[in-house]
Structure formats: C-alpha cells, structure tokens
C-alpha cells in the first residue's frame, strides 16, 4: 500500500495569510493612514451564519481591521436592505461589502448583489466581477476560490497541463474555482448533478475539487492514486460534528494529498475575506 496523503492545514495556512495581512494594516497604520473597514451585513438569526459571521469579525479585529457586523431582522424587506447597501456603498470608510447567504426567502439575493459596488463586492459576487474572473482579468475573486487555489499551490507549485475536475458549478464555489484552475492551465472539467458516470469522470482528474454539500459524497476509489483532493464541503452531522463531501479516512488511502475538513478551505475563505478586503483598499484609497 502507499503512503498515507499528505494533509494540507489549512488552518495554518489561514493563520500565516492573516498574520501577513495584519502587518499590512500595521504598516498602514504607523504611516497615519485610516484602516481597511469590512462590513458584513446578516439578515435573520440563521445559527450556522450567526457563527460564521461572528468569526469573521474577530478574525478581521485580531489583525487591526475595522470590522463592523449590521445585523438586521428576518422581517427586513428586500427594499430595506437595499438602502443599507446603498449606505455602505456611499460611505468612504467601508472597503468591503459582504452580505451572509442565504438571504430570507422574500429577498431576492441577486438583486442585492447587483447592487453592491463592485469596488467593495470583497465576496467577488458581483456580475462584474464574475465578468472580469471569466475574462481572466483583474478584480475580486470568491474567498472559497481563491483559498483552495492557495491551498493546491502548497501542494503542486506548477499546475500547468494537470487534469482538475470540479464537482459542482454554484457562482459561490464551482464555477468561479473553475474559471482560477482555467487560468492557470489546468484542463478543466465542471461536474454537476446531470453528470453521467461521475466516478470515471472523477478518475481522470490529478486535482478534485468537490463542492457538492453531500457528506462522504465522493469515494475513495473514484480518486486517482496521488491525485490533489480539495474538500470544500461543510456538512453537519446529526451528532453536531462536521465533515466535508469525500470520505476523507479512505480516501488518505488514495490521494498524494487532501485537504480536512474542519481545518481545510473554511479558515482560508475568511482569511481570503480579510485579503480581499485590504485589496479593495488599496484600490480605492491607496
Ligand atoms: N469551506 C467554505 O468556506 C465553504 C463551504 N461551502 C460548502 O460547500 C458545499 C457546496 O456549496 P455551494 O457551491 O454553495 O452549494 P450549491 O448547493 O449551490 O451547489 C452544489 C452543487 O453540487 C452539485 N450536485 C448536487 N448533487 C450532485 C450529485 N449527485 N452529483 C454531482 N453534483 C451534484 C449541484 O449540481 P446542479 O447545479 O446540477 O444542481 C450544484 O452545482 C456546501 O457543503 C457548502 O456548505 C460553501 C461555501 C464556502
Ligand atoms: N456571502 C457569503 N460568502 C461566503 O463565503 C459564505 C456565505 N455567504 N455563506 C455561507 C458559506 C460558508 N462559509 C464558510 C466560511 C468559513 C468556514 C469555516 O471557517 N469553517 C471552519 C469550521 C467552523 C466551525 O467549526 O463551524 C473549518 O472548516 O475549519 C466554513 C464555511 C462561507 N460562506
């Protein structure tokens, strides 16, 4: 039998990624500067959102950002919400936008993030910025994405000509990671619930990435021996514990490397969170 997978930590790649930012901000803030303002914006009391969000705001305060949660109630109207987007769109100190999904039923969240400035849209939602993603030109990138991007450079340092096949095709995770893998030239597949014959689809691929929300979803014999597993999926188990979307205690049998979950993606979509939030300030006010 091979050797066990290598285990990517993502949660001390996240801690370095923040820990560089905050000496950023640091540098910012003994030049006399104004700091990077994130605000993140939560509709109802969703339990999961309330958790992610409160992170991000300690996460975001550790490193000396200006981190602001507006928490608003779940009867809050579609227009309501808009004129606090327009609000923080017009207010100078804000640098990043985020507005935690998903939103209440009765709010049509497309309509939302059309209206966030795409200069602030630190999520990389915004049409916009998903135009210019699939047009391999500059902007802001989904946090999700750029993280498992930064997790597989660990790993392979040249991604070129590599087989990537994503499982999954949402403008939050799928489509966007596919677009980065794309760029940097990797022949992609995009795999989704219509996919005939996922498993072969899957063996071809030297990288997985698997966003599907399904626990254990793809098997540890799908995956090409030494292939790169990224496991973006955050499932919650009915005893309270949880587990991504590959089997993962089998498939260290299979990979050459795979990310865990938790410890994986999560942390560095929040660290992305706060990378792109200090981008989007450099951009717009040096
Ligand atoms: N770690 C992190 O930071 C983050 C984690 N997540 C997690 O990642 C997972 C995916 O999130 P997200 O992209 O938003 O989810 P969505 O539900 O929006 O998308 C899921 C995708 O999986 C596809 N899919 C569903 N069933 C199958 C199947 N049987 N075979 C193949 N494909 C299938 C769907 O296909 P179709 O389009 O055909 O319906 C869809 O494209 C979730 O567990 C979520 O919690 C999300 C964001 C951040
Ligand atoms: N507008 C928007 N942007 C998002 O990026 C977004 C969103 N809405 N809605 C929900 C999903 C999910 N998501 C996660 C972020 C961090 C962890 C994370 O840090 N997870 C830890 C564990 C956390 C825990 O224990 O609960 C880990 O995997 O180690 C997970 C999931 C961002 N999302």
Redesign the pocket.
């Known amino acids: 039998m091979q050797d066990q997978a290598r285990i990517i930590d993502?949660?001390a790649a996240a801690a370095a990624l923040r820990a560089e930012i905050g000496l950023e901000i640091a540098a910012i803030k003994s030049a006399g500067g104004s700091v990077p303002g994130l605000h993140v914006v939560l509709v109802g009391d969703d339990p999961?959102?309330r958790?992610?969000v409160a992170?991000k705001e300690r996460l975001a305060a550790e490193i000396g950002m200006n981190s602001v949660a507006h928490r608003l109630p779940a009867e809050t109207s579609e227009a309501e919400l808009l004129a606090k987007i327009e609000a923080l769109n017009a207010d100078d100190s804000v640098d990043g936008i985020?507005?935690?999904?998903?939103l209440p039923k009765h709010i049509n969240s497309g309509a939302i993030i059309d209206a966030i400035d795409p200069a602030k849209d630190v999520?990389g939602?915004h049409p916009i910025n998903a135009g210019r993603l699939a047009g391999g030109k500059e902007g802001l990138v989904?946090?999700?994405p750029l993280g498992c991007m930064l997790l597989l450079r660990q790993v392979l340092p040249t991604l070129a000509g590599l087989e990537a096949v994503v499982i999954g095709r949402s403008e939050?995770v799928g489509r966007p990671v596919a677009q980065l893998l794309l760029q940097a030239d990797c022949t992609v597949t995009i795999a989704h619930s219509r996919t005939r014959d996922l498993a072969s689809v899957v063996r071809r691929a030297d990288i997985v990435v698997a966003a599907v929300g399904r626990p254990h979803f793809v098997r540890a014999d799908w995956i090409k021996p030494g292939a790169t597993v990224i496991d973006v999926g955050?499932n919650r188990l009915p005893d309270g514990k949880?587990t991504g979307d590959v089997d993962f205690a089998q498939a260290l049998n299979v990979a050459g490397a795979i990310t865990p979950?938790?410890?994986?993606?999560?942390?560095m979509?929040?660290a992305c969170?706060l990378r792109n939030t200090l981008t989007a300030f450099r951009a717009r006010r040096g």
């Not at 979950?261 to 942390?267: E, F, Q, R, W």
């Open positions: 993502g949660k999961a959102s958790v992610y992170s985020l507005v935690q999904l998903p999520d939602l989904p946090c999700t939050l955050i949880l979950v938790p410890g994986g993606v999560g942390p979509t929040i969170l």
